[in-house]
T-cell receptor, first 114, second 112 residues
Framework: GAVVSQHPSRVICKSGTSVKIECRSL??????MFWYRQFPKQSLMLMAT?????????EQGVEKDKFLINHASLTLSTLTVTSAHPEDSSFYIC??????????FGEGSRLTVL | SQQGEEDPQALSIQEGENATMNCSYK?????LQWYRQNSGRGLVHLIL?????REKHSGRLRVTLDTSKKSSSLLITASRAADTASYFC????????????FGTGTRLTVIP
């Protein structure tokens, strides 16, 4: 199946710093990527839909100035958590749409904000 | 909210037994998918069932869909210790966009 790579897999940062997470589709072009957030032992919550060449669409309750999404190419979307705080600590997962309708998920990035 | 619910939240069975997980959702759908997640890892797609299908099989997996009740079930037969994971159902957006809304998940533990 198609491969989606996320980097970094784990990141620890100090409160107030910004953290960038990359999501790459390695063997296919993805016009649309999705970012999810998952708290411990809970389900995934869709944060935003990232469209190549246009602004991301954010779900209700997600601060777009807090979670900056850039989809600069057909194989790369980035999520930047700005001025991170401990409550932003979470597991972030991206997925990419291969046009055939099936989504492929990255391995996830665990963010810990101290 | 479109997020679905699954039950049970946690299930513990002996190896070799069957495991059944249920999922309920709220809106109309085009398809429903089941995913597996090992602890702290990404998601693995298991099976997709379309709204006009009632049952689908894939290896040891059997999925049913009842659109009148807005519910689905995932049956894993002859479970193995390696099946230990969290299982999520996900429904697509009513507007047809390919974003998914996940259920709350079932944590399955298969005891060797």
């Amino acid at each position: 199946g198609a491969v989606v790579s996320q980097h970094p897999s784990r990141v620890i940062c100090k409160s107030g710093t910004s953290v960038k997470i990359e999501c790459r589709s390695l063997d296919f072009q993805a016009t649309t990527m999705f970012w999810y957030r998952q708290f411990p032992k809970q389900s995934l919550m869709l944060m935003a839909t990232s469209n190549e060449g246009s602004k991301a669409t954010y779900e209700q309750g997600v601060e777009k100035d807090k979670f900056l999404i850039n989809h600069a190419s057909l194989t790369l979307s980035t999520l930047t958590v700005t001025s991170a705080h401990p409550e932003d600590s979470s597991f972030y997962i991206c997925s990419a749409d291969q046009r055939a309708g099936e989504l492929f998920f990255g391995e996830g990035s665990r963010l810990t904000v101290l | 909210s479109q997020q679905g619910e699954e039950d049970p939240q946690a299930l513990s069975i002996q190896e070799g037994e069957n495991a059944t997980m249920n999922c309920s959702y709220k809106t109309s759908i085009n398809n429903l998918q089941w995913y597996r997640q090992n602890s702290g890892r990404g998601l693995v797609h298991l099976i997709l069932i379309r709204s006009n299908e009632r049952e689908k099989h894939s290896g040891r997996l059997r999925v049913t869909l009842d659109t009148s009740k807005k519910s689905s079930s995932l049956l894993i037969t002859a479970s193995r210790a390696a099946d230990t994971a969290s299982y999520f159902c996900a429904t697509d957006s009513p507007n047809g966009a390919n974003n998914l809304f996940f259920g709350t998940g079932t944590r399955l533990t298969v005891i060797p």
